[in-house]
């Protein structure tokens, strides 16, 4: 089974480069599929356009934001319930197969057995409207050693908690592969281990964020090859700075993780 892939194109496009070239390249190198983050800072309506004009679905988007106020807060439960609803009418209308949620950062003292409550009370609130819909909400894992100081989900343990609280076919995981190696390692076994919980990938070279290339300490080969053999079948969206050229960038992406 081959390993779908996506470009994750807020993180992948140079600021120079208009939107409507990056995804003719994308799709002539073999791309059938990209993704934004938050839907509000983008043309909603003219990303789906230009995806469609070359070939290409939308299938993931942030769906509340942001990443340091979340479901760990229930403060913020409310507001995210309504955001997450928003964002899972739009999905469903657009035929976007997965909306993202963020657990926000800890709060100062909390166990993290309570914040797993938490974020699981907040979800049970919205888990129903998703599952009507047919949208996935999937939990992003992040982590909080270099690039998100605080987050609470920042290891896997985590994530398939909230998730196992929760109880829904539509509630799982963003399994961040460049997140999860600063983290935790073990990336290969833990994929295994948790893939009936994981509803999307996300990749990037590790140190940097950057090219997956020999450079960076994953080996990608290996984890796509591993993903395929679960039998996974949504989609390894690549959110990597590019190094030099992106259309290069994208074009050695997408051959590595070809299984």
Same mark, same amino acid.
């Given at each position: 089974m081959a390993v779908k892939q996506s470009v994750v194109f807020p993180m992948i496009k140079p600021?120079?480069?208009?939107?409507?070239?990056?995804?003719?390249?994308?799709?002539?190198?073999?791309?059938?599929?990209?993704?934004?983050?938050?839907r509000e800072s983008e043309n909603l309506g003219e990303v789906l356009r230009l995806a469609g004009k070359h070939g290409l679905k939308i299938v993931s988007m942030c769906g509340?934001? @942001?990443? @340091?106020?979340? +479901?760990?807060?229930p403060s913020e439960h409310d507001r995210v319930e309504a955001e997450l609803r928003a964002s899972i009418d739009i999905a469903a209308r657009h035929n976007i197969p997965g909306v993202i949620a963020l657990s926000g950062n800890r709060n100062p003292g909390e166990p993290d057995a309570d914040a797993v409550e938490t974020c699981a009370r907040a979800l049970k609130r919205v888990a129903p409207y998703a599952e009507k819909a047919g949208v996935n909400i999937n939990l992003e894992l992040l982590?909080?050693?270099?690039?998100?100081?605080?987050?609470?989900?920042?290891? @896997?343990? +985590?994530?398939?908690?909230?998730?196992?609280?929760?109880?829904?076919?539509?509630?799982?995981? +963003?399994?961040?592969?460049?997140?999860?190696?600063?983290?935790?390692?073990?990336?290969?076994?833990t994929i295994r281990e948790n893939i009936r919980r994981i509803g999307h990938f996300h990749t990037a070279g590790n140190p940097g964020r950057q090219d997956m290339d020999d450079t960076q300490e994953l080996n990608y080969r290996a984890?796509?090859?591993?993903?395929?053999?679960?039998?996974?079948?949504?989609?390894?969206?690549?959110?990597?700075k590019p190094k030099g050229d992106a259309v290069e960038a994208l074009r050695r992406a997408f051959e590595m993780c070809s299984i």
């Open positions: 600021p120079d480069m208009p939107l409507d070239e990056l995804f003719r390249e994308a799709a002539a190198i073999g791309y059938r599929a990209a993704e934004l983050w938050f509340h934001g @942001t990443h @340091t106020r979340g +479901l760990n807060q982590n909080s050693r270099v690039d998100h100081p605080g987050y609470f989900c920042d290891r @896997t343990a +985590l994530g398939a908690a909230v998730c196992e609280r929760v109880n829904s076919p539509r509630v799982k995981l +963003l399994y961040d592969i460049y997140h999860m190696q600063i983290m935790e390692g073990d990336v290969i076994r984890i796509c090859r591993a993903i395929a053999e679960t039998g996974y079948d949504g989609y390894v969206g690549h959110e990597f």
